[in-house]
């Protein structure tokens, strides 16, 4: 089944420490992306990606960092996580090549930093 | 950057009437405009889409029309269903189809 997950789907931790939220997708899309979806503000992008080893800055990329090794990974890196990030985020991924740019997204990731 | 609006925020219709959610852009070079249905507790999924070449776009009861020049899209859902009851986000992609700015999203809700 074509599709994008996430893990960990629910994730409580506390300010300061490391996270990684893992991204996957089985479809050998190119191109993946990261967002967070907060209430009244709607889905904002992070982070995306065009290829392996190529990524770049969406609306809100403060206090994050993701890494494109593989084609089918997209990790989301918390550094040092604060209250403010505290959020819904959603990996999604794309053909992105050929004029086709319809976007999968994932079951979302709830994060809550105390 | 680009910057999307997205009206009405909330709406509420009868089954069986039609819905309009209205949204606006910034960027004259954005050229891709999706829209997305989002059920609680689940991801957004793209219902339909146009590019910037197109005037209108229909797919059984949901259209999206474009108007490049006043830089604003619409979605439109006839013969509403309670399952047509969900968030509907617009999105534009500028960047060469890089970067993608959502609208804040409109929570329809059909009465039955």
């Known amino acids: 089944e074509a599709q994008v997950t996430q893990n960990p789907r629910y994730l409580i931790t506390v300010t300061g420490k490391k996270l990684t939220v893992t991204c996957s997708q089985n479809?050998?899309?190119?191109?993946m992306s990261w967002y967070r979806q907060d209430p009244g503000l709607g889905l904002r992008q992070i982070y995306y990606?065009?290829?392996?080893?190529?990524?770049d800055k969406g609306d809100v990329p403060e206090g994050y960092k993701v890494s494109r090794k593989e084609k089918r990974n997209f990790p989301l890196i918390l550094e040092s996580p604060s209250p403010n990030q505290t959020s819904l985020y959603f990996c999604?991924?794309?053909?992105?090549?050929?004029?086709?740019?319809?976007?999968?997204f994932g079951p979302g990731t709830r994060l809550t930093v105390t | 950057g680009e910057n999307v609006e997205q009206h009405p925020s909330t709406l509420s219709v009868q089954e069986g009437d039609s819905a309009v959610i209205k949204c606006t852009y910034s960027?004259?070079?954005?050229?891709?405009f999706p829209w997305y249905k989002q059920e609680l507790g689940k991801g957004p999924q793209l219902i339909i889409d146009?590019?910037?070449?197109?005037g209108e776009k229909k797919d059984q009861r949901i259209a999206v029309t474009l108007n490049k020049t006043a830089k604003h899209f619409s979605l439109h859902i006839t013969e509403t269903q309670p399952e047509d009851s969900a968030v509907y986000f617009c999105?534009?992609?500028?960047?060469?189809?890089?970067?993608?700015?959502f609208g804040i999203g409109t929570k329809l809700q059909v009465i039955p």
């Open positions: 999604a991924s794309s053909p992105g090549v050929g004029g086709v740019y319809e976007q999968y």
């Open positions: 960027d004259s070079a954005s050229n891709y």
């Open positions: 146009i590019r910037s070449n197109v």
């Open positions: 479809m050998n899309h190119e191109y």
């Open positions: 990606s065009m290829n392996v080893e190529v990524t």
């Open positions: 999105a534009a992609w500028s960047g060469g189809y890089q970067k993608v700015t």
